[in-house]
């Protein structure tokens, strides 16, 4: 599935291929990384919790029925083997059915996430956005108005779906699709007549459809899981206060007294927030347990993280002293910022393989988690971060596909050199640069993953710049001499 962002607060032009497993986001600060990401975090949670209206829907089945009569008199009227085209009108009935649950909860997080729907538009053009949602079966469409409010402007079927007439017998049409004839379905009951058997024949094609467009907003991922930028920071600022509060703030329209004021607090950190405090100690990732302990904990952090569900409260044990207990704000910057990884990674992220979700036979075996992490080398000294690089990549084995938004050039060439070391297929790997244009960032079309590694477009300038500058002290020192 591919994810295209366009004229969205500071972003001119952003697009996500969620097909690939690893994605690492760079660039300059204030280029709208996080911005990429909340928008695309905001956009696959509703897909995955807007179910579509029910074809059954009385509004859905009336306009389905009127639609078929229509067609079946144009049919009759035909002489030759003319044909309708269904696609423009099997797409606008999905719209109807995708837009019932989908864009009000959309415009929700949305607003949730950037305090007011007016931050989306483009900060520089002051153009409303769009973001594209595309497989190889659809093209979805969201728009926006001057405001900000998103709205359904289409939902494209990609297949070419006619139905023909002209035919001897003049109550039958079959319909095809990209030329193929669909195989008759058989029913339980005899049609009463043409008309009855036409409109059987349009269901059973649109129902097709309708449960293919389901898959992409109920299986297209298992579980979506964000962890923001100075998570340890946010989590102790926020765990004084009621995980009622948090959930409050995102429903603050529902309040009847308008003058309670509720912290804005952007979704996807609220969801973090959220997920932490409700850590089962006792759920364990058996998956990713000794990986967990082998790798992240004994080689980065250097001892263990436990989680104390009574007391609210998130423990450090150091290798070397196992008496010793240590609270988050006592231990170093590195484990209050990698603590909230490890119990997301042990606790939080599921434990159950993708088969066992895959419910829809139409998409086996692509059900992964998908995890944001922000800045996961924040406090983390450069050996350590090329360790920690390693490790992050590996959790694409465990059906799990990464976020990564980083400032860390000691992260983008270890990955880099994995890429060419073929320890990860470059094909999996997603790289994104994003650089300021006229009207906002884009991605730098240079830097992708290939065969061939990822071109440094980001990091190499800052080097050469100091490098350049050293020489030319030396010079001048060496002058004055």
């Known amino acids: 599935m591919i994810v295209e962002i366009k004229n969205f607060g500071p972003i001119e032009s952003f697009t996500f291929d969620l097909n690939k497993d690893l994605h690492f986001i760079i660039g300059e600060n204030g280029v709208g990384k996080s911005y990429a990401c909340y928008c695309l975090y905001c956009v696959l949670k509703n897909i995955d919790r807007s179910p579509l209206a029910n074809l059954n829907d009385t509004d859905l089945s009336e306009l389905i029925r009127v639609k078929a009569e229509e067609h079946y008199v144009r049919l009759q009227s035909f002489s030759t083997k003319e044909f309708i085209d269904l696609s423009e009108d099997f797409g606008n009935i999905l719209k109807i059915a995708l837009s019932k649950v989908f864009i009000p909860n959309l415009n929700k997080s949305l607003t949730n996430t950037f305090s007011s729907l007016s931050n989306t538009i483009n900060q520089f053009s002051k153009q409303p956005y769009s973001i594209k949602i595309e497989n190889n079966d659809f093209e979805i469409l969201i728009a926006s108005n001057e405001q900000g409010v998103a709205f359904l402007n289409s939902c494209k079927i990609k297949d070419k779906i006619t139905v023909y007439g002209g035919s001897k017998n003049k109550l039958e049409f079959p319909i095809y699709v990209n030329e193929q004839k669909r195989a008759i379905p058989s029913y339980n009951y005899v049609p009463k007549d043409g008309f009855d058997l036409f ?40 765990k004084a206060l009621s995980p009622a509060i948090v959930a409050l703030s995102q429903n603050r329209d529902l309040l009847p007294n308008l003058t309670l004021e509720i912290p804005a607090l952007a979704e996807p950190l609220s969801d973090y927030f959220i997920r932490l405090s409700g850590v089962n100690a006792l759920t364990i990732n058996s998956n990713l347990e000794y990986w967990i302990t082998s790798e992240l904990e004994k080689h980065i952090i250097q001892g263990r993280i436990q989680y104390d569900r009574d007391n609210n409260l998130i423990w450090f044990r150091p290798n070397e002293a196992d008496s010793l207990k240590l609270t988050l704000a006592d231990s170093s910057s590195m484990v209050m910022e990698l603590a909230p990884i490890v119990l997301f990674l042990r606790h939080i992220v599921s434990n159950q393989p993708s088969e066992e979700f895959n419910e829809a036979p139409i998409l086996p075996n692509v059900r992964k988690s998908v995890l944001f992490i922000e800045e996961p080398e924040a406090h983390v000294h450069p050996q350590l971060q090329i360790k920690l690089m390693e490790i992050i990549a590996k959790l694409i084995d465990f059906d799990i596909k990464v976020v990564l938004t980083s400032h860390s050039d000691y992260m983008f060439h270890m990955l880099n050199n994995m890429i060419l070391d073929h320890k990860i297929d470059y094909k999996l790997v997603g790289a994104y640069h994003l650089i300021k244009s006229a009207y906002g960032s884009i991605a730098n079309p240079e830097v992708r993953s290939t065969e061939d590694g990822m071109m440094d477009e980001n990091f190499s300038k800052s080097a050469e710049k100091l490098y350049e500058e050293r020489i030319e002290i030396l010079e001048r020192q060496n002058s004055a001499v």
């Open 199 to 238: 409109w059987m024949e349009i269901l059973s094609c649109l129902r097709v459809y309708y449960i293919d467009l389901q898959g992409i907003f109920r299986d297209h991922h298992r579980e979506l899981l964000f962890l923001p930028a100075s998570r340890s920071g946010l989590y102790q600022g926020l």
